[in-house]
Every structure is written in C-alpha cells, then in structure tokens.
C-alpha cells in the first residue's frame, strides 16, 4: 500500500508542498530585494567596521580599507559597496593602508628612527603597529607580525623580508577567512529572520493561512491531487532551484532573478487555481456574485476570519469571532515560520517521504 | 586670481556621531529616518515623504540626507566640485570633532576621519585645503593637544614621488560641542597658531548647528574658567518650558540644551582671546563664521518679520549678533567673519554687498564660504553659489590701485587669501 495515499498522510504532504513553494516565492523575493539593496556588501561592511574599529587610536581601519583603489574599484556604485573581498586582497590592502596612515606617518617622523625593513611598506607597518596606542586591533596586528617574524627567522638573509611579508599575509589572511566564516552565519541568521517578516507579510497580503490550509486540503481530495502532481512532475528541479536560492541568499547573486520570480510566482498563481487554493481577499467566498469589490473584500473576511454574528448571544459572538481571529493570526504566524526555515528544508522533507513510497 | 569656498564639510554619517539626527528629530523619528535612508531607494521615499508632508523642516533633513549618507568623503567632495563650473575654485574642507556632544561616538573616528580626507586630498592636492578639527576634550591636557595638533601639521602628506604637501592649513572650532574659545586648554594651540601664522575659523551662527545635548555636561562647562582673562560669562543655565508638542516627541530638553549651547558660540567669548595676542608680536587670525547668520543679519535690518526671531540673543550681552561680530571686525584688526549658510538668504545680499561694509578695513576681512553640504538643507549649492556670485561681480569697489575690483573678487580671493596665507598654505 501506497502510505502517501493514506488522506492524513497526503493531507500533511500537500500542505509541505505548498509550504515548500511558499519558502521558495519568500526566497526568490528576499534575494531580488537583497540583489537591489547590494545588501551583502552591506552587511560585509558593516561587519568589517564593527570589528576594525580602533577607539584608542581614533581611527577605523575598514574605512580606510574601502577607500583604497584596490577595494574601492571592486564595488558597482558608492552606496553599494562589494559583496566579496578576497582574503588575499583584505591582507595586501590593510597591511597598507595602516603603514601609511598619517597617524602611522606622525609616529614615524617623532619616533626618528631608521627603517626597520628594506621593504617600505613592511617597515612602515611594524613602524606603525608598534607606534600607535595599545588596541584590540593593534593586538592582532602586533601577533600577526611576531609570529610572521619567528616562522620566517629560520629563512635566509636575502629571503627573510619577502618570508615575513608572506607569512603576515598568511596570518591575516587566515583571520580573514574566520571572520568571514562568522559574518557568514551572521548574514544567514538576518536572512531567516528577514524571511520569516516577509512570510508573514505575504501571509497578510495574500491570506495564507497554514491551518485554513490544512483544513482545506483535509476536505478535498481533489485539490491534494492536484498539489500532489505539481510537485511529482518536477521534484528534482524544484529541489535544485531552492537549494541554489538558499546558496544565493546566503552568499551569491543569482542571474536573471527578476524573470525566474516572475516565471516562479506565474506558476503559483496557476497552481493556486488549478487546485482552487483559500488563497487571497475578497475573490472566492462573497455572498452575492453582484456585490462590489469592498462588499466582496468585506464577506471574505468575515468567512476567513470567522467573524460570527448569528451566535443568538452578544457574547458568544465576540467570543467565537475572537478565538476565530486568533486562529487566524496563528495560521499566519505559521506560514511566516515556513518560510524561515526555507525551501530547502521542506524539500528535503518531500524528498525523504517520497523516496519511502511503494 | 584663485577663488577660494572658506568654508564647505564632507563629512558623512558615518563620520558623525552615531546617534547625530537624534539632536534634530526624536528619537523614534531619527532612528527610523537613519535606517531607511541607508539606500538609495529608501533616501529617495524618504526625500519624496518629507517634500510632500514634512513641511520646510521635512525638506531640510531629506536633502541634508541625501549627501550625508554618502559612501565616503571622497564622493561628497567630487560632488562639491561638480557643482562648480569654475575650475579656478579651491575649497577648504573643515573637519570637526564631535566625539563629546552627546551623541554618542562615530564609526570612523575623528582620526579616521582625518585619514579619510587626507586620502581625498591626495587625489585632489590643489583643489582642497584642509582644516583640522580643534576641541579642547580631544587630548589629556592643552600640551598634548598643541604637540599632536603641530605633528599634524608638519607630517608632509606624500602625494606623488615626487611631490609632498602640508596636510593641514587651518584649524577648525565648534564651540557648541561643548566648550569656550577661551578654555586655557587651547592658550598653547592658539600661541602655536599665532606663531605659524595657521587662521583658525570658529562656528558663530546663533542657535545654528551642532550643539551638546548632555544637560549635565552643559551646566559643568559653564564654569570653565577664562584662560585668557578675568572676565566670566557664566550665564546661568536657560530652562524654558517646552510647549506640548515638543514634550510629546521628547525635545523640550534638547531645545534647552541647544539654547545654552549658544553661550559658548557668544561673539563676547572671543574678545578675551583677541585681546590676549592684541598685543603680541603675530596676532592670532580668528574667522568668526556665519556673520552671526542670517537671522541675525535679518533682525538688525529690519526686514525680519517674524516675531519669533525678534528677541534679544541668549548671550552675555542682549546685542544682535551681526552687529557684535562687526564691532569686533572694527576693533581687532585679526579678526574675520565668513557670510556661510546665511548666504542662501538672497535677502542678506545687499546687506553684505554694501560698499559701506565692503569698502573699510573690516571689509578686507569678510570671506565667501557656503557651508556646504549644511545648506543643501535651504537650497542647492549650485545656487547659492551663482546668485551669490552673480551679484558680488556686479559690485566695483576701489583697489589697491587705481582699478576697481569687484566683491567677488574681494571676499573670495583677496581676503581669503590673507586669510589663510602661512607656510602650510600653498
């Protein structure tokens, strides 16, 4: 027997399809707003200013960095600054433009001393590292450099500048990659909570009840084929497009996303009537085929909403209207939780329940 | 001729104080203003709201805005200068310290935001001179202050192989962050500056700008003590009732705050420090800015018409501001005055194109500066800078010989240049 066909089982089934697809319009339009507002760099940049913050110096190292011509050429427009900055290219630059900072600068000129390297811009690093106040970041510096210094002690004279260098750039590079692992899982938990207001909002805006659904799709057998067969025709492709959206959502820009969502929501759109979906305001439960559009919006909100107003009681109406409403606001609360789990966690889910099926 | 702004900022929100708009808007407002705008899009909704509905203030703060939330301040200067068809131009950048008004600290630093300018002036070695922000809480004690302050000055800033500049030609004081001019933590600054001949230019617009809002701090400052001479301005603190509707958004305080603030920026605050280098081998040149604003310049011609703005200044003495600051003019003859921000006021054009002002000794000391981007707020650069240009070169006045020169000509080359001239000045 095939256990998928079991009505609560295909009821439970339908209702992840559709939560599945949902996670995936939410994703496609978190990503399209994200691609517009360049807000992976954003959020890149504000991270790396949060961390490079120097308070003792009065100095922040990463606006510094942003300003060099080596970053600054990478982003698209002033108020988009880039999503990526290589290790390789955060070690160069920095090294840089903390060498040859005007406070670096002043220190040098007071300090009076020869060059403490062949190489300028390695001596006017440790020059700098070792002139300006004790910080955090002057810290890791001063360790990033040390160390650089006793891996390469065992080099040769004539190599030994060009071993530091490298191995400073090793280090920082390798603190880089950390760093950037972390604002990874960072950016990822601001994209859950992102798509968990935007689930919600969609809820709203287009009335998608997760337990109006259930309770839709417990009635119609119909309407569970339906859903049923959308996915079994595609399940793979459907997996694969949420899977490359969460990698895009969390790391990477998608090409052509306008046209995909659009392409994405048509489908829906299709879907949602093919399988006569409680979805949306005021077009399916009016009372009067001739009421207006506002008595239309005004009837389907009282059958979504369970307002009651022929209890017989003033009170059991307020009571059942209440306790409808609330169901209601659950039901939505549900659909925005959906969606920040994301799609690729519901098709998993598909994928696990079907594979299982006879 | 090289024609010189005097006085223009680049500096962005994130040079600012974190909490800055909250000394403008109440907090809830200023917080969500802040992070709307941090796209282009939301600046843009929130440019187009506040056109509709703001009212004059709303209109101020979307374009105030617009530039404030720049990337860098390398963009709002390439933005200054495309609002100039005068290749001739050259602008000096003021940065400022504004780590202590109790608005929290700002993201890159006063020092980073030094750094960040001096990389524009790297690019751009003949077009932008630089200011450095004074303010006697930046170092321990008035010897630190004086010795980093000529360390910066005397670092050269490498531009080229070939070519290195003077960083800094000027510095920069505001007093309504929170402090006198004639705090003695500044005595060994101004000596330094006098010596090198380095002009400082203060802030002097009443009740406009930037100003301390932590009350208590407030009180406490107005017992510093005249480093200069005996003479006190401890004023008692101003406490006005607000009315509702600043009680409702929270700035019935701020309000307060702002109106003690002018104590520090009183015309009469600067006299003990210009009688103390009246009679020393250099003077001091101290550029008293804004003229006392246009408000100000407004009332003592009488062609102010609101009442509101009627009122005796809060200050040491009840006297208009405009009319202080051209008394100083007239008694110290190191003393300067620059018409920013109230040059958008047209109606204060014929006040400061008048021969009768122009054509005295006071008048070799007046400066053309815009303010720019504070006046973004009023109107566009571009603007204020032609009509006011416009109307300077219809005005001859008597030269040094037997030509005429034009206003333009006076308070934006020949004064400034005065101005400004010392060794670090090229």
Not at chain 1, 304 to 330: A, E, F, P
Not at chain 2, 323 to 352: G, N, V
Request: net charge neutral; with cysteine; aromatic share 12%.
């Amino acid at each position: 027997m095939n256990w998928t066909n079991i009505p609560f089982v295909a009821t439970a089934l339908s209702i992840v399809i559709c939560w599945a697809l949902f996670a995936m319009l939410c994703s496609f339009i978190n990503e399209g707003v994200a691609q517009a507002k360049a807000e992976r760099g954003r959020f890149l940049k504000m991270y790396l200013l949060q961390q490079l913050k120097d308070l003792p110096n009065g100095v922040n190292w990463a606006t510094l960095l942003y300003m060099h011509g080596a970053v600054d050429l990478l982003s698209r427009a002033p108020e988009k600054p880039t999503a990526e900055i290589s290790p390789s290219l955060f070690a160069q630059t920095i090294v840089e433009v903390v060498g040859k900072s005007q406070v670096a600068q002043m220190a040098r000129v007071q300090a009076g001393a020869a060059p403490l390297y062949k190489n300028m811009t390695l001596s006017d690093f440790k020059t700098a590292i070792h002139s300006l106040r004790h910080s955090d970041v002057m810290e890791y510096f001063k360790q990033a450099l040390n160390d650089a210094e006793i891996k390469s002690a065992a080099s040769a004279d004539s190599d030994r500048e060009a071993a530091i260098y490298n191995q400073l750039l090793s280090n920082l590079e390798k603190w880089y990659d950390e760093l950037m692992g972390r604002v990874s899982l960072w950016y990822k938990k601001q994209v859950r909570q992102r798509l968990l207001m935007l689930g919600i909002l969609l809820g709203v805006l287009l009335n998608i009840d997760s337990i109006q659904l259930f309770q839709f799709f417990n009635q119609s057998s119909t309407a569970r084929d339906v859903v049923t067969n959308f996915y079994l025709q595609q399940p793979a492709a459907l997996s694969n497009t949420a899977n490359r959206l969460q990698q895009a959502n969390d790391a990477g820009q998608t090409p052509g996303l306008r046209d995909s969502t659009i392409a994405f929501a048509l489908q829906l759109d299709s879907l949602s009537k093919a399988a006569e979906l409680p979805i949306g305001w005021g077009n399916r439960f009016q009372k009067n085929k001739s009421d207006g559009f506002w008595a239309r919006i005004g009837s389907d909100m009282e059958y979504t909403l369970g307002i009651v107003t022929d209890c017989g009681d003033w009170w059991c109406n307020v009571w059942k209207s209440t306790l409808h409403i609330l169901v209601k606001i659950l039901g939505i609360l549900i659909t925005g939780f959906v969606a920040s789990m994301g799609a690729p966690f519901w098709f998993e889910i598909l994928r696990k329940a079907y594979s299982t099926r006879k | 001729m090289k024609y010189y702004n005097i006085h223009s900022h680049t500096f962005t929100m994130n040079n600012a104080p974190r909490h800055f708009l909250r000394l403008y808007l109440p907090t809830f407002a200023a917080d969500a203003v802040d992070k709307i705008t941090n796209t282009q899009v939301g600046a843009g909704l929130v440019q187009s709201l506040l056109s509709r509905f703001g009212g004059d203030g709303g209109k101020k703060y979307a374009s105030f805005l617009r530039i404030g939330k720049s990337a860098s301040q390398l963009d709002v200067f390439e933005n200054l200068m495309a609002q100039y068809d005068d290749g001739d131009m050259r602008f000096i950048a003021l940065t400022m310290f504004m780590e202590k008004c109790g608005a929290g600290e700002s993201s890159s630093g006063f020092e980073g935001q030094l750094e960040e300018l001096l990389q524009v002036k790297k690019q751009y070695p003949e077009r932008l001179n630089i200011f450095l922000g004074v303010d006697p809480r930046w170092k321990s004690n008035g010897k630190e202050l004086q010795q980093t302050i000529a360390r910066y000055f005397d670092t050269q800033l490498r531009i080229s192989d070939t070519q290195s500049v003077y960083p800094f030609c000027g510095l920069k004081l505001y007093p309504s962050t929170g402090f006198f001019v004639y705090d003695k933590r500044l005595m060994e600054t101004f000596e330094w500056a006098a010596e090198n001949d380095v002009p400082v230019l203060s802030h002097c617009n009443y009740l406009g700008g930037i100003y301390n809002n932590i009350t208590s701090d407030i009180a406490a400052i107005m017992q510093t003590q005249n480093g200069f001479s005996n003479q006190t301005f401890n004023q008692g603190i101003i406490k006005k009732k607000s009315g509702v509707g600043n009680w409702l958004l929270g700035r019935g305080q701020a309000n307060n705050n702002k109106y003690n603030c002018s104590y520090f920026l009183d015309p009469q605050t600067y006299v003990p420090v210009f009688e103390y280098f009246k009679n020393k081998p250099k003077p001091l040149k101290i550029c008293l800015a804004h003229f006392g604003g246009n408000i100000q310049m407004r009332v003592s011609n009488n062609i102010e018409t609101r009442s509101s703005y009627q009122a005796p200044p809060f200050g040491s003495t009840p006297v208009n501001w405009f009319d202080q600051i051209k008394d100083i003019l007239k008694d110290y003859p190191a003393a300067y005055t620059d018409i920013s921000y109230a040059l958008f006021d047209q109606e204060i054009h014929k006040i400061i194109l008048d021969k009768g002002l122009l054509d005295t000794d006071a008048g070799n000391r007046i400066l053309f500066g815009t303010d720019y981007f504070m006046t973004e707020q009023e109107q566009p650069e571009k603007q204020t800078y032609h009509v006011f240009k416009k109307a300077a070169q219809a005005l001859a006045l008597p030269g040094s010989d037997a030509n005429t020169v034009s206003a333009w000509d006076k308070i934006a080359a020949m004064n400034p240049a005065t101005f400004l001239s010392s060794k670090y000045f090229s």
